[in-house]
């Protein structure tokens, strides 16, 4: 089986190719800042991607997976790629740092954390569970009160 994988962008076509058998599979990625194959629609991961960022559409998640994925159509994915470059280097930082910049942890400040104060509960606290088992009782008996 040959495989091919095209991707055309404005100023470069590339090609890759592996053989193993005498059929060709030829995939053409056509979409800016698409770099897999499009998914079936019917797909749960191109609905929950497509639904939310139809619902949310400053989703840097979804816009990400969705220009990647080729879920817009060609003139869409040219109008968000400056949005989609922007988002991916914030993704791209977020998975690195593990949290985002934007947050304000005095772990990333530099500052030393504060240590927890102990709670110490003095006295006893006695429930009664409305149960009791006496130490002379065998096994699978047990005495109510």
């Given at each position: 089986m040959s495989t091919s994988v095209k991707k055309e962008s404005s100023s470069?076509?590339?090609t890759s190719s592996s053989s193993s058998s005498?059929?060709?599979?030829?995939?053409?990625?056509?979409?800016?800042?698409?770099?897999?194959?499009?998914?079936?629609?019917g797909?749960?991961?191109?609905?929950?991607?497509?639904t939310l960022y139809q619902e949310n559409p400053s989703s840097r998640m979804a816009l990400v997976w969705c220009i990647e994925h080729g879920v817009f159509d060609k003139d869409t994915a040219g109008k968000l790629q400056k949005s989609y470059l922007?988002?991916?280097?914030?993704?791209?930082?977020?998975?690195?740092?593990?949290?985002?910049?934007?947050s304000s942890?005095?772990?990333?400040?530099?500052?030393?954390?504060?240590?927890?104060?102990?709670?110490t509960i003095q006295g006893d606290?006695?429930?009664?569970?409305?149960?009791?088992?006496?130490?002379?009782?065998?096994?699978g008996s047990m005495t109510m009160m």
């Open positions: 470069q076509t590339k005498s059929s060709n599979i030829e995939i053409a990625m056509t979409k800016p800042g698409m770099r897999y194959p499009m998914e079936s629609p797909s749960g991961d191109y609905v929950f991607y497509q922007k988002a991916k280097q914030e993704m791209i930082k977020i998975n690195r740092h593990g949290a985002s910049s934007s942890s005095s772990s990333s400040s530099g500052q030393p954390r504060k240590k927890k104060q102990k709670v606290i006695q429930v009664d569970a409305g149960l009791s088992v006496t130490i002379g009782e065998g096994i």
